[in-house]
């Protein structure tokens, strides 16, 4: 990530942190909103004793929640703010986390499933190579799966956010993989994609079952 967009996000969630401290408004997040999008996210499929990346992890509330669901996972939360990671370390002393620019920096071995939850609201300067290089990273590093998040065109508009159109998702999704899926089903303001490393179909162009 260049320099300058690091500082932008820093600077954001670092002044919002010193508001709000362990507190969904701190990473910009509507209060109450974090379970839906935890639950449409984590749909992508069985993590049950999965292996699990969580990019900008923010306070690591994604390994909570899987926890809290009886879900257990090997977690591995990156995020650039070491706040929010010594945080984190604090609040789930069994999980790992890693204060790391996930562009740049290795994340450590590979993983069953990646997610990224609220990473790319905020606009700098460049949005769209932002997602496109998070996503072929984040769709490298796994085995199993993709899933993230982001703010739609129908979302309320906000100087500080970047509205991504859906189309432009899915198209360049459909470069990584054939296997994706787009939901918008469960908050008006955001929606979700799944990319899928297992694209195999039969001789009927159906996907088989991962």
Same mark, same amino acid.
């Given at each position: 990530?260049?320099?300058?967009?690091?500082?932008?996000?820093?600077?954001?969630?670092?002044?919002?942190?010193?508001?709000?401290?362990?507190?969904?408004?701190?990473?910009?997040?509507?209060?109450?909103?974090?379970? @839906?999008?935890?639950?449409?996210?984590?749909?992508?499929?069985?993590?049950?004793?999965?292996? @699990?990346?969580?990019?900008?992890?923010?306070?690591?509330?994604?390994?909570?929640?899987?926890?809290?669901r009886g879900i257990k996972v090997d977690y591995t939360? @990156?995020?650039?703010?070491?706040?929010?990671?010594?945080?984190?370390?604090?609040a789930y002393p069994d999980a790992r986390f890693v204060v790391a620019d996930f562009e740049d920096d290795d994340a450590g071995s590979e993983f069953n499933w990646a997610f990224a939850a609220g990473i790319f609201t905020l606009k700098i300067s460049d949005n769209r190579r932002f997602i496109r290089d998070t996503l072929?990273?984040?769709?490298d590093v796994c085995n199993k799966g993709v899933a993230a998040d982001f703010l739609g065109p129908t979302s309320a508009g906000n100087d500080a956010y970047w509205q991504c159109p859906p189309e432009e998702v899915l198209k360049f999704c459909r470069g990584l993989t054939k296997r994706v899926v787009v939901r918008a089903d469960y908050m008006s303001t955001e929606y979700c994609v799944y990319l899928y490393k297992d694209e195999m179909a039969d001789e009927r162009n159906v996907f088989e079952k991962a």
């Open positions: 990530m260049r320099p300058a967009d690091r500082d932008i996000l820093k600077n954001y969630y670092g002044e919002k942190l010193k508001s709000y401290g362990h507190d969904t408004r701190s990473l910009g997040w509507i209060p109450g909103a974090r379970k @839906v999008r935890f639950d449409a996210l984590t749909s992508i499929g069985d993590l049950q004793g999965s292996s @699990v990346l969580d990019v900008g992890c923010g306070f690591g509330d994604l390994y909570g929640y899987l926890a809290g939360g @990156v995020d650039i703010n070491p706040d929010f990671i010594s945080i984190a370390r604090e072929k990273k984040m769709f």
